[in-house]
């Protein structure tokens, strides 16, 4: 019988899983009001341009990425 302590391959794959998941929407709640705080409609369009080319070149590079 194995022990109830040791984790699993698995167990490990989905505790990694959620904390990224959860670092991911501390980032995406800290954008969110980093952009609320610009008034200036021009620094808001250039800020979602430097968004969306970031995050497609992460795309790119990490599959997790195409889920959101």
């Known amino acids: ?19 990224f998941s959860s670092t991911l929407g501390n980032f995406y709640n800290f954008v969110m009001m980093f952009e609320e705080s610009y008034t200036t409609t021009n620094l808001h369009i250039f800020n979602l341009l430097i968004l969306n080319s970031s995050f497609s070149n992460r795309k790119r590079s990490f599959p997790f990425f195409s889920l959101i």
């Open 1 to 19: 019988t194995p022990k109830h302590n040791s984790l699993t391959s698995s167990d490990t794959f989905f505790i990694l899983l959620i904390q």
